[in-house]
């Protein structure tokens, strides 16, 4: 089992509509959760962080943990072509700290 | 605004040679990292420092070498570039169990 695993997509929605990107993990004892996104030939740029249990929303975006369910994900309100990118997910490793990333999932905004 | 340069956005080298990737972040980080990026194989931690003249192997280690002399700068090291280190690399830093922070990533091309 990967340790952060999503799908890769690619996730097709239209403008407008809600985008919906989930991540699972499997270090239990995580504590530290963020999402990527990262533009076709750009680097991986932080747009949320998530330590607790629940819903944190900043502007469109809603990132939401779980820790029973070893579970995070990303909600994207009022999606528009400009969200299309891949977002990656990426958990604070217990073993020195590191980043697991997952695969990414490919978000395509159609007009 | 952290800020993480890498010195070279593209890059052009023989096999055989020596190739220095250099990264210098403004943040006072402890730590950097290297990694690259494939597609379909996702980000690939390469060697990652938590401080000065400190430094850790991560997934793929074999065929590069890193040196942190100073705390803001992370250097790569590729000893005898080979066609299958063709790639896009990128630096990352942050504080102890924070989110990483990327550089703009240096597209190289061993011919």
Known sequence: QKEVEQ???PLSVPEGAIASLNCTY???VSQSFFWYRQYSGKSPELIMSIYSNGDKEDGRFTAQLNKASQYVSLLIR???PSDSAT????VISNQGGKLIFGQGTELSVKP | DVKVTQ???YLVKRTGEKVFLEC????DHENMFWYRQDPGLGLRLIYFSYDVKMKEKGDIPEGYSVSREKKERFSLILESASTNQTSMYLCASSFPNQ???FGDGTRLSIL
């Open chain 1, 7 to 9: 799908n890769s997509g």
């Open chain 1, 26 to 28: 499997s270090d239990r």
């Open chain 1, 78 to 80: 009022d999606s528009q």
């Open chain 1, 87 to 90: 977002y990656l997910c990426a």
């Open chain 2, 7 to 9: 010195s070279s956005r």
């Open chain 2, 24 to 27: 210098v972040q403004d943040m």
């Open chain 2, 99 to 101: 989110p990483q922070h």
